[in-house]
């Protein structure tokens, strides 16, 4: 039996899994014999997400935060999932149970570690000991990693010339100081990487002034990113099982990232990539990926050139739920 204060530890660390843009979608219910976990459908992407796997593949990652977080405390737990797609109002991810004694997971240590960062990498060797994972094409070659950073940008501009993908996107971007939400949810100015004048043309830009800017031949500009994209030492190219559902594969998704972490590496998700029907395509074929297999995320990790952003979190009152 687990008392409150453990509780609330075990989901202090559970809420450090990253989820897109930032929603932290994943809700934990504890009934006194384990956990629920929870998908809210109040902060979904209508637009960016309508088929909800983004939601989740979050939940997932939290799913597997929650299992680390407990290896720490010395438990097992067990898991089944739940998840029957997405929904109005808060839908079952997954049940929880923490079971016998059993050790900690080395990866558990490094939920508080993991970061992302926007910004171009660090000019510096870095060492992969190794590192492969069946489900991730490990892209380190400069020609590859030039053709991934090139097509991220082309499908990226073609996302952000969708209006309602766009609003999306600005809705969850904290670009303003005076954002209440910045400390809570979203992607802060700190965690973007931009000057106060950035920011402002970011929200100019992207919003009252797209139309000028796209029809005078200004927007690939705005929202390249391929310089950063290139710095990466690595580009990981995360698939799994094609009938896989998508909350077990977030479970695999953020294991792989705190291995990335554990090298030293920071990430950026590219989720357009993976998102896009075409590139997702492209992504496949060129790197030879198997027909039987589905094209989750591309991340590209590099050694950090500056600290980490400032983690924005919902409070734990917000995410917990309990008796």
């Known amino acids: 039996m687990m008392d409150a204060a453990s509780v609330r530890a075990v989901v202090d660390r559970a809420r450090l899994a990253p989820s897109v843009h930032n929603t932290q979608p994943a809700r934990w219910r504890w009934d006194g014999t384990g956990f629920d976990l929870l998908c809210d459908g109040s902060v979904a992407l209508t637009a960016g997400d309508p088929e909800g796997r983004d939601a989740a593949l979050s939940c997932g990652a939290a799913l597997e935060a929650t299992v680390l977080a407990l290896s720490a405390r010395g438990q097992a737990a067990e898991v089944a999932v739940a998840w029957t797609g997405p929904g109005p109002g808060l839908r079952p991810v997954a049940r929880i149970v923490p079971g016998d004694a059993v050790a900690a997971d080395p990866l558990a240590a490094l939920l508080e570690a993991r970061f992302t960062f926007r910004g171009a990498f660090a000019a510096e060797p870095v060492a992969l000991f190794g590192?492969?994972?069946?489900?991730?094409?490990?892209?380190?070659?400069?020609?590859?990693?030039?053709?991934?950073?090139?097509?991220?940008?082309?499908?990226?501009?073609?996302?952000?010339?969708?209006a309602a993908m766009r609003h999306e996107l600005l809705h969850w971007m904290r670009l303003s100081p005076w954002d209440r939400r910045a400390a809570h949810d979203g992607m802060s100015r700190a965690a973007l990487r931009m000057s106060p004048a950035t920011a402002l043309g970011a929200r100019l830009a992207l919003g009252p002034f797209w139309g000028l800017a796209d029809r005078l031949g200004l927007t690939a500009g705005i929202t390249a990113e391929a310089k950063a994209t290139q710095s990466a030492a690595v580009i990981a190219c995360f698939h799994r099982p094609a009938d896989e559902d998508p909350v077990t594969s977030g479970r695999a998704y953020l294991r792989l990232w705190l291995e990335a972490t554990k090298l030293g590496l920071a990430g950026w998700p590219m989720a357009a990539l993976a998102d896009t029907p075409q590139s997702r395509a492209e992504i496949v074929e060129r790197l030879m990926i198997p027909s039987d297999r589905r094209l989750i995320q591309v991340l590209r990790l590099g050694r950090p050139s500056g600290p980490p952003p400032p983690r924005a979190r919902r409070p734990l009152a917000k995410l917990l739920f309990t008796p």
Request: proline content about 0%.
């Open 131 to 162: 590192w492969q994972r069946r489900d991730a094409a490990i892209v380190t070659d400069a020609a590859r990693r030039a053709w991934l950073a090139a097509l991220n940008d082309r499908v990226s501009l073609e996302a952000m010339r969708n």
